[in-house]
């Protein structure tokens, strides 16, 4: 069971990283049609989102019919077909524990060189496509006293905290990719 929540995890997080800004939107208006126990809220991720869905049982590990049919309506036909491709592909190995801490802390030693290569310019935009919402960002501006280094540092640290074992490279240089920064992924991980 705890490798399906792993697995829809990272699944989810690599869909919401996709999502344009204003797909997440989209997706919120759209859900927030539906009677859940857990209503979507304004500051809710589309991981956030997927997962409440998940909880009510309108898709899961074998059954993800619904979440393609939502990309598909967002006009993202694309992650449907990502998300139905998914279910085909083997499961990736399980790492010990002492690996993930490895990788975590490997991880969070690129954060300073992601930083450092983002411009003081870009670092909201960044930020959205991390998944961080825009209450968030605000806050973190207001913390920071708007100084970008620190913003992406913040921005960072919020995104793996809300990711756990899911923030990993490949999805911290597809929000890089998203973001238009492939100089700044390409540069820290050439």
Do not use: C
């Amino acid at each position: 069971m705890e490798d399906d929540s792993d697995f829809l995890d990272a699944l989810y997080t690599e869909v919401a990283q996709s999502l344009e800004w204003k797909e997440t939107k989209a997706l919120k208006k759209r859900v927030s049609s539906l009677e859940l126990q857990d209503p979507v809220s304004d500051d809710d991720l589309a991981q956030d989102i997927f997962k409440k869905l998940e909880k009510e049982g309108h898709f899961g590990k074998g059954n993800l019919q619904y979440l393609t049919d939502l990309l598909t309506d967002l006009g993202r036909a694309d992650l449907g077909e990502k998300v139905q491709a998914s279910e085909l592909e083997p499961e990736p190995e399980n790492k010990s524990i002492s690996d993930q801490k490895e990788d975590t802390t490997v991880l969070r030693r690129h954060f300073r060189l992601v930083a450092q290569e983002v411009s003081p310019l870009d670092w909201k935009r960044f930020a959205r496509h991390l998944g961080l919402s825009e209450g968030q960002i605000q806050h973190i501006g207001m913390r920071q006293k708007n100084n970008s280094y620190e913003g992406v540092i913040e921005s960072l640290y919020v995104w793996e905290n809300h990711l756990g074992s899911s923030a990993t490279y490949r999805v911290l240089r597809a929000a890089l990719n998203q973001a238009g920064m492939e100089n700044v992924a390409d540069s820290i991980w050439a």
